[in-house]
DNA sequence: TATGCGATATTCT
DNA sequence: GAATATCGCATAG
C-alpha cells in the first residue's frame, strides 16, 4: 500500500497546473485523494500523499466563508488552488486548498496524508515515533507539514515552496461519509476518504 | 479500541 | 461569555 523509499523516489512528481482543479469545493475534494502535497523547507523536502478531505463549498452555514469576508478568512476567496491556513482550539493550524472564482469563498481542508519525504523532519516537529499518527488529522498534517500562518494565501499552482502534486500512485476506493467535529450543517456528507487506508483519520467506522 | 475530558487562543455573539 | 473544521492523555473494557 505505502509507495515508500525506491519506489517513490524514482517517481517524479508533476505539478498540477490550476486548469486541472475542478471548480467546486466537493468535486475538488474528491479530486485530491490520491494527489500529493509537498513543502519545501531549508531542511528539506516534506511531502505526504492525500488520503482524506472535507468540502466547504459556497454557502455551507459550517465554512468559514458563510459570514462574508474578514480579515481572518480572506485567501479563502482567492482563485482556486491557494492555501488557506488558520489557527483553532488554541493548538492547531489547518489547511485548506480554495476552490472557486477568485472572490468567492469556498475550500477543500486537508485532514489527513500519508507520509512520503522527509519522514524524519515530521518525527522531529511532531514528537511521535508511530508513522500513522504522524498525520492522521488537520492538525497532525498542519504540524508535520511545517504550515503555520507564514503559509496562508500562497499558490500552491505556482512555482513556490508549498504545492500541488500528481498523484503517484492510483488511488483505491474513495469512502464518503458526514464531516468531522463541526456542528452546522452535518448531515451533508462531504468528508472524503480513501477506503482502508490506516492514515485516514476518525474512528474505524469512519475509515471502512 | 472507545470514550471522556482539559487545555488553549482566536473569533463571534 | 460562548463556540470552535482539534489534540493528547487518562481510563475502562
Known sequence: MTLGGDAYQRTRLRRLRRAELPVDAVELARYLIG???????????LSGRI???????????AGHAYSGKTPRNG???LTRGHAYVYFVYGSSFMLNVTSEVRGVGGGVLLRAIEPLEGIDLMQRSRAVTRLTDLARGPGRLAEAMQV???????????????WLAAATQKARAIG????????????RQWRFYERGNPYVSGPKKLRE
Not at 509537498?38 to 528539506?44: Q, S
Not at 488520503?51 to 452555514?61: C, K, L, R, S
Not at 458526514?178 to 448531515?187: D, F, H, K, W
Request: net charge negative; charged share 25%; proline share 6%.
Open 35 to 45: 494527489k500529493v502535497v509537498i513543502h519545501d523547507v531549508a531542511a528539506g523536502r
Open 176 to 187: 464518503k461519509s458526514a464531516r468531522i467535529g463541526l456542528t452546522r450543517n452535518v448531515a
Open 75 to 77: 485567501s479563502l476567496f
Open 51 to 61: 488520503v482524506e478531505t472535507e468540502a466547504y463549498p459556497i454557502g455551507d452555514p
Open 148 to 162: 503555520n500562518l507564514e503559509q496562508d494565501g500562497l499558490d500552491l499552482c505556482a512555482a513556490g515552496p508549498l
